[in-house]
Structures are given as structure tokens and as C-alpha cells.
């Protein structure tokens, strides 16, 4: 852990939660969190209960994000989001190129590239998220499928706007499987990433980025993951949807 980046933990909640159960989980982090000034604390509800939640949240140290946007601005999309309408919910971060929207929606790095640009256009901070599948690391492509995607993903960006935008690395074989990546394969995959962005952008802008891990963190695992250096915080899927397992996860980063 680098003392000059601060800790990002975000609870992506994919497609759970009703607006009350959402309001029920936010009341109840507010108040097991109420005293952490050490981490950003990213709660990513649905889209049908981020109104209700920025309410919720408004003088509390937690912060809203979403869980997609279009790359559209305005127009004929159905079914789509754009940035300015996040914006009005006092939305600060968005999840993109997701492992789940990459297999079941077929997202590709240049289309993660535009939504990166429609976040940064609206002032939201990108979560950009990427990672290999286990049949990619086990022959070795870990590496490759990494410089593939972050090369692809974050191209167009500047390197201001690179130093608004986090990278959460994501073995897509550790999500929701119950497996994590041991420490020193996390540690591993991170200090690859901040090597690339050194290479894609500059040295101090690598030194800025916050990567996150995502992949099964729980409050056991917590601490010893946000212990390395180049973990920066952590994506947490399942472990988020229950108040006590997320406030203990970020308890346990500190």
C-alpha cells in the first residue's frame, strides 16, 4: 500500500437491491463507517436506486458510482444511460468494461475507450476494470490480455484525465468463484499494470493511478491484499451487499 494514494473501495452491487433495500444497506454503512477518513468509500447501486441513495448519502463520507454509461451523450438509445444523467444524481464514479459486460454484452476495449471519455466529459471518475480468464493464465497470457485491454480500454485518454481514472484488476476466475488470487499474484498483476501506464503515459502518472483488485475479497483476505504495494483498494462484488462484510472489509484495509 502507497501512502500517497489514497485507498478506493468500491461496492459494485450489481443487479441486487430494491430502492428499500438499498436505502436499509446505506443506513446501516453510514453508520459502521461513519468514523473511516482513510478510504473512499464507492457504493454502485442499480440505476433505479441511485436517486434515493444520493439522498441517503448526502452529508456522509460515502460517495455514489454507477455501474455502466452509454458513450452517447444524447439521442435515440433505448435502454441506455448518459453520463449528464449520472451527474444529476451526484454520481462521482462508474464501473466500465466490467468482466460481465465484456462476456454477456460483448464490450469491447474500444467501446470501454469511448465510455471513458463520455465519464471524464461529464467530470465522473472511470473505474476501469480489466483482466484475464484461468485458461488465459494458465497458458501464460496473463501479461498479454492485460496489455491488450488497458492499451485498448484507455485509449484517447489524457494524462490528467488518466490520473482521474482507476484501473480495478479483476481476474475474471476469482469473481464470485470463491477463489482469490494469492497476494503475490495480486501484487504480480498490479505492478505489470503501473509498469504499462508508466509506459502509456508517464512515471508520474503511473504513480498516481489507484489500481484496485476485484476477485472474491472478503474481510479475511482484506487486509493482507491492501498491504501491497501496488493495491490500491479493491472492486467487491458479493462481500458488498451485506453492511457488516463490506464495513469490516474497509475496517480491515486500514
Not at 482513510?38 to 454502485?44: A, G, L, M, S
Not at 435502454?79 to 454520481?91: D, H, N, Q
Not at 499494470?193 to 484496485?212: E, H, K, M, N
Request: proline share 2%.
Amino acid at each position: 500500500m502507497n501512502k500517497d494514494r489514497k485507498l478506493i473501495i468500491a461496492g459494485n452491487w450489481k443487479m441486487n437491491k430494491t430502492v428499500a433495500e438499498a436505502l436499509d444497506l446505506v443506513r446501516s454503512l453510514k453508520l459502521e463507517l461513519a468514523n473511516v477518513k482513510e478510504v473512499d468509500i464507492v457504493v454502485c447501486p442499480p440505476f433505479t436506486a441511485l436517486g434515493e441513495v444520493s439522498k441517503s448519502i448526502l452529508d456522509s463520507n460515502l460517495r455514489l458510482g454507477a455501474q455502466n454509461l452509454s458513450e452517447h451523450n444524447v439521442g435515440a438509445f433505448t435502454g441506455e444511460i448518459a453520463a449528464v444523467m449520472l451527474k444529476e444524481f451526484s454520481v462521482r464514479y462508474v464501473i466500465l468494461g466490467h468482466s460481465e459486460r465484456r462476456q454477456h454484452q460483448k464490450e469491447s476495449d474500444a467501446l470501454i475507450a469511448k465510455k471513458a471519455l463520455a465519464a471524464h466529459g461529464a467530470a465522473l471518475k472511470p473505474i476501469v476494470c480489466v483482466g484475464e480468464t484461468l485458461a488465459e493464465r494458465e497458458s501464460g497470457q496473463m501479461e498479454k490480455v492485460l496489455d491488450t485491454q488497458l492499451r485498448g480500454s484507455l485509449g484517447g485518454l489524457t494524462k490528467e484525465q488518466m490520473t482521474e481514472t482507476i484501473v480495478a484488476y479483476e481476474p475474471v476466475w476469482a469473481i464470485g468463484t470463491g477463489q482469490t488470487a494469492t497476494t503475490a499474484q495480486a501484487q504480480a498483476a498490479h505492478s505489470f499494470i503501473r509498469g504499462l501506464l508508466a509506459r502509456l503515459f508517464d512515471d508520474t502518472v503511473a504513480r498516481r493511478v489507484r489500481i484496485q483488485y476485484g476477485g472474491s475479497v472478503k474481510p479475511s483476505n482484506a487486509r493482507e491484499l491492501m498491504s501491497q504495494l501496488d493495491v490500491d483498494g479493491a472492486l467487491v462484488g458479493g462481500a458488498s451487499l451485506e453492511s457488516r462484510s463490506f464495513a469490516d472489509i474497509i475496517r480491515n484495509s486500514i
